[in-house]
């Protein structure tokens, strides 16, 4: 049958011979009802005397005046009739209350994938596979969002990584974000550029463990009380050479051309000076300071020191290249260090002899602990520390995954990774990403369209989160040329039932129709995606349309109010946040 397509610019299509014959059957039906509960009340009517019981003699007799019509037999049809108008009544209620929420796309979803074709992803399946985990103790499964199919829940594996792309205020915060952070109790870690995942959920995360929120760039007005030194994850030149690549992507973008004979140069000589400085336990922010002097031999004495002569020789190489060439390395080193002389950021990573606890990145795994990261792009970005923080977390939470049963963490810990693009530049993300799913270190990356991704780590990159991703999603508010057309495709096509009426003057009206292809969204119905709708795809599953909840609808939607409410009002006290009541 052909029905009305609320979608914007679809026009019904004619009338058709199924159309019709639904009308006529229940406008049979209903006289078919009349008729029994006409013949029904003339029989249990003692008034009506000589009444057959078949209704359509019983019509014709009472029609000629043959036999009275009583007084029950005309209650009983009243009574049936209003008894089948309010049943007809309350079932166009309970279609309206049902179809309340849905929106203009939500027809298509049967078009996509059945409620059996996601069956690994429902509850049961999850509680199953957690079991195989031995995960119980941090949740059923990740939750993600319920299909509009059945609108029962879907819940990711704990082995799973995954991927969101949704446009601004899609509802990634309160339907997926704050979710996927409370309803774990193994150790989160997530980033973010503003307060709101902060206030909503640091609340319920105290009752599980130690809140820990770095906020280098003053961005919520945390207070530095607590300290973590980016040289800890240090411990030999391999990860020197790591922390440098961070603080180098930190600073620029992903494919931005630069003189390759001095970035090379530049990355090697901030490696070793990063080197140096964890050698001599000297802080970060020395680093700075010998990144200004070239003549400043105290890194290249301090590996000598420590019998690291190759090095040594290899870094006074650079420091005796000739003027100009010298100046280019440190010139074009200098800007991936800068954040390390904001006022904002010392005291975030080093003691300054205030009696502060230290982070301690290698215990995390093991804890219950919440790691909120924030940071934002734009001048004054400390995101090269926030990117070595989740970097140096990940990495011994890795570490420590190997020395577990089964080579992953008992607890699967959960990374949340809101505004990837703007805080997280790490760029060796997808090479590890589909790896850290088998370790239990559970990673959902957010950006805000396939083309921010594309500018934090590369094409290549991208491509690689997103074909790592165990479960990838697309939600509203994309745009992308690129992404949308290959999303479409993604979906697939179905088979259309097309009906076309043609009138002339001999054969009157004709309706023919051809069954034809065409695709189940196309780049206009993905571009104006409603919110609250999303297009969930995984490995060996349809793609499915997916309704995203609502924390509200949650059991902790209290405790989540309950502590926005609460740290608004600490900001509101500090001047952070202007209270407009």
């Known amino acids: 049958m052909l029905g009305t397509d609320p979608r914007s610019g679809r026009k019904n299509q004619p009338a058709n011979d199924e159309t019709l014959w639904m009308v006529g059957g229940g406008v049979l039906s209903l006289v078919i009802v009349g008729v029994m509960l006409w013949t029904l009340g003339a029989i249990i009517d003692p008034g009506v005397e000589q009444a057959s019981n078949n209704p359509i003699q019983l019509l014709v007799d009472q029609a000629r005046g043959y036999v009275p019509v009583g007084g029950m037999q005309l209650t009983v049809f009243a009574l049936g009739m209003l008894l089948l108008l309010a049943l007809a009544l309350m079932l166009v209620v309970v279609y309206r209350r049902s179809n309340k929420h849905r929106s203009r796309i939500d027809h298509l979803a049967k078009e996509m994938a059945h409620s059996k074709d996601f069956a690994e992803l429902g509850e049961a399946a999850a509680t199953a596979d957690t079991e195989r985990l031995g995960a119980e103790k941090a949740g059923i499964g990740v939750p993600l969002a319920a299909l509009v199919n059945s609108g029962k829940p879907l819940y990711g594996s704990w082995e799973w990584v995954q991927i969101w792309l949704m446009g601004p205020r899609a509802g990634k915060t309160t339907c997926v974000c704050i979710p996927q952070i409370l309803e774990t109790n193994g150790p989160v870690l997530a980033t973010s550029n503003k307060r709101d995942i902060v206030d909503m959920t640091r609340g319920p995360r105290a009752r599980v463990g130690t809140v820990w929120v770095h906020d280098v760039q003053g961005i919520i007005g945390e207070e530095t009380t607590w300290w973590w030194n980016p040289l800890s994850f240090i411990h030999d030149m391999e990860t020197a050479e790591k922390l440098a690549d961070v603080f180098v992507s930190s600073a620029t973008d992903a494919g931005a051309k630069q003189d390759a004979y001095f970035e090379s140069d530049g990355k090697r000589l901030l490696s070793h000076l990063m080197f140096a400085a964890w050698v001599g336990k000297r802080p970060i922010t020395d680093v700075f300071l010998w990144a200004q002097d070239p003549e400043n031999m105290t890194a290249r004495d301090t ?40 006022e904002q950021v010392i005291p975030w990573v080093r003691n300054m ?30 995101r090269a520390i926030t990117a070595a923080l989740v970097m140096a977390v990940m990495t011994e939470a890795e570490r420590t995954a190997a020395t577990q049963p089964g080579g992953r963490l ?44 594309v500018e934090a780590y590369g094409e290549k990159g991208m491509n690689k989160l997103w074909g790592a991703a165990n479960i990838r999603v697309a939600g509203s508010g994309l745009s992308d040329d690129k992404f949308l057309p290959f999303l479409s495709q993604l979906i697939g096509d179905r088979d259309v039932l097309k009906r076309s009426s043609s009138t002339s003057n001999k054969s009157g009206r004709s309706v023919s129709s051809s069954v034809q292809r065409e695709k189940i969204m196309d780049v206009s119905d993905l571009a104006a995606l409603p919110r609250g709708r999303a297009i969930l795809t995984s490995s060996g599953m349809p793609s499915g349309l997916i309704e995203l909840k609502h924390f509200s609808t949650k059991p902790y939607a209290q405790d989540v109010e309950g502590s926005k409410a609460y740290y608004e009002g600490v900001a509101v006290e500090k001047g952070l946040v202007i209270d407009e009541n």
């Open 303 to 342: 590996l000598k020191a420590h019998n690291y002569s190759a090095l040594a020789k290899a870094l006074e190489q650079i420091q005796k290249l000739t003027p100009k060439q010298r100046d280019g390395v440190y010139g074009t080193m200098r800007p991936w260090v800068n954040v390390l002389s904001y």
């Open 353 to 382: 002899g205030i009696a502060r606890p230290e982070f301690d990145h290698k215990a995390f795994a093991k804890s219950t602990d919440t790691l909120y990261l924030v940071s934002k792009e734009g001048g004054g970005s400390a």
């Open 410 to 453: 008992k607890t699967p810990m959960m990374a949340v990774l809101d505004e990837a693009a703007n805080v997280v530049r790490w760029r060796e993300l997808p090479d590890v990403y589909s790896h850290y799913g088998s370790r239990g270190i559970v990673v959902s990356t957010f950006f805000q369209s396939y083309s921010q991704g």
